[in-house]
């Protein structure tokens, strides 16, 4: 079987300009913090650290308010903000669903390449984790035998059927030859909480996520699905690293309705260039193994999401909708 691979390139090499000054424009009342996704995952971790940034520098004259929004794999974000052209006072925070779920979903109506790109804060890496109490599995090897002995029995967690980690996952199965059952949560949170419990046998949750259980000695990271090593993970190998060809990344980016005023999307994407260039969001990057080298915007952000959601095509194509929605 031709190998997969997935790599998300380009996104630290383009340049980006300095912010203009702050527009005349300004929320005149509390901005709606839509999240596609549960709490205690990855995208609830950011959306809420940035909200608290906001606040606590004084950033805007009214408060933004997280909503999450998991329904659907994030459907109901998406049909939300649709449903919001126009609005000045909603933005988003998204991850890969933005563009798997209206794949998957064809009758949800909404064509991600309308939003309005803001800005995209950081690349969020991927890592296969365990419980550290099998002590049967400390590499990849090991892993590949225990999930083919157990076959079906194998639970494998992630957010949502359809989602980035049921993606990933149908990749490792058609790479590794074997099947598992995909147990489906509501954020990554909860993924995490249940391989502490025991109640699923493994998870590729993002590192936000697990750092938690990681940190007590709860949990272990067995291979890392990046380029290279992560600063927060040294230790821990990269696939490509195995020879094994996977490398896939989770974007994590601030968009707003279709149809916003060009002054308010100048206001939004100076507030958020001020927060990526903070020395609070660049230490959360480093500490928890995201990349934040560049913040896209505009019509950058916009091409770059062009590009992913027909690279996202062709990857749920070539591992099947079947596999990554587990019908």
Same mark, same amino acid.
């Given at each position: 079987?031709?190998?997969?691979?997935?790599?998300?390139?380009?996104?630290?090499?383009?340049?980006?300009?300095?912010?203009?000054?702050?527009?005349?424009?300004?929320?005149?009342?509390?901005?709606?913090?839509?999240?596609?996704?549960?709490?205690?995952?990855?995208?609830?971790?950011?959306?809420?650290?940035?909200?608290?940034?906001?606040?606590?520098?004084?950033?805007?004259?009214?408060?933004?308010?997280?909503?999450?929004?998991? @329904? +659907?794999?994030? *459907?109901?974000? &998406?049909?939300?903000? =649709?449903?919001?052209?126009?609005? /000045?006072?909603?933005?988003?925070?998204?991850?890969?669903?933005?563009?798997?779920?209206?794949?998957?979903?064809?009758?949800?109506?909404?064509?991600?390449?309308?939003?309005?790109?803001?800005?995209?804060?950081?690349?969020?890496?991927?890592?296969?984790?365990?419980?550290?109490?099998?002590?049967?599995?400390?590499?990849?090897?090991?892993?590949?035998?225990?999930?083919?002995?157990?076959?079906?029995?194998?639970?494998?967690?992630?957010?949502?059927?359809?989602?980035?980690?049921?993606?990933?996952?149908?990749?490792?199965?058609?790479?590794?030859?074997?099947?598992?059952?995909?147990?489906?949560?509501?954020? @990554? +949170?909860?993924? *995490?909480?249940? &391989?502490?419990?025991? =109640?699923?046998?493994?998870?590729? /949750?993002?590192?936000?996520?697990?750092?938690?259980?990681?940190?007590?000695?709860?949990?272990?990271?067995?291979?890392?699905?990046?380029?290279?090593?992560?600063?927060?993970?040294?230790?821990?190998?990269?696939?490509?690293?195995?020879?094994?060809?996977?490398?896939?990344?989770?974007?994590?980016?601030?968009?707003?309705?279709?149809?916003?005023?060009?002054?308010?999307?100048?206001?939004?994407?100076?507030?958020?260039?001020?927060?990526?260039?903070?020395?609070?969001?660049?230490?959360?990057?480093?500490?928890?193994?995201?990349?934040?080298?560049?913040?896209?915007?505009?019509?950058?952000?916009?091409?770059?999401?062009?590009?992913?959601?027909?690279?996202?095509?062709?990857?749920?194509?070539?591992?099947?909708?079947?596999?990554?929605?587990?019908?």
């Amino acid at each position: 079987m031709k190998a997969l691979k997935y790599l998300v390139a380009g996104a630290s090499a383009l340049a980006i300009t300095a912010p203009a000054a702050m527009a005349e424009w300004q929320p005149r009342k509390p901005v709606e913090f839509i999240i596609m996704a549960g709490t205690g995952g990855g995208a609830d971790q950011i959306a809420r650290l940035l909200q608290g940034l906001i606040q606590k520098k004084d950033l805007s004259p009214r408060p933004f308010i997280p909503i999450n929004k998991p @329904g +659907g794999s994030g *459907a109901e974000a &998406l049909r939300y903000l =649709q449903d919001k052209a126009g609005d /000045n006072h909603t933005v988003m925070m998204t991850l890969n669903s933005f563009y798997t779920t209206p794949i998957i979903q064809e009758d949800l109506g909404v064509d991600v390449t309308e939003f309005t790109p803001i800005a995209l804060m950081a690349m969020d890496t991927f890592l296969l984790w365990v419980n550290t109490d099998r002590d049967d599995i400390t590499d990849v090897d090991s892993y590949v035998a225990a999930v083919k002995e157990a076959g079906l029995d194998w639970k494998v967690g992630g957010t949502g059927s359809g989602q980035e980690d049921s993606v990933l996952t149908a990749m490792m199965e058609a790479e590794f030859g074997y099947d598992v059952t995909y147990i489906p949560f509501p954020g @990554g +949170g909860t993924v *995490a909480k249940n &391989l502490v419990g025991n =109640q699923i046998d493994s998870t590729v /949750n993002n590192p936000a996520e697990q750092m938690e259980f990681y940190r007590a000695g709860n949990t272990k990271p067995l291979v890392q699905f990046t380029g290279e090593r992560q600063a927060a993970f040294p230790d821990v190998p990269t696939a490509k690293e195995l020879g094994i060809e996977i490398e896939y990344y989770m974007q994590r980016s601030v968009n707003g309705p279709p149809g916003m005023d060009p002054e308010a999307v100048e206001w939004y994407t100076n507030l958020f260039q001020t927060l990526f260039d903070s020395e609070e969001w660049q230490g959360y990057c480093k500490s928890d193994g995201l990349t934040c080298e560049t913040m896209l915007k505009g019509e950058e952000l916009a091409t770059f999401h062009e590009n992913q959601k027909v690279a996202h095509e062709k990857l749920i194509a070539q591992v099947g909708a079947a596999a990554i929605t587990g019908e």
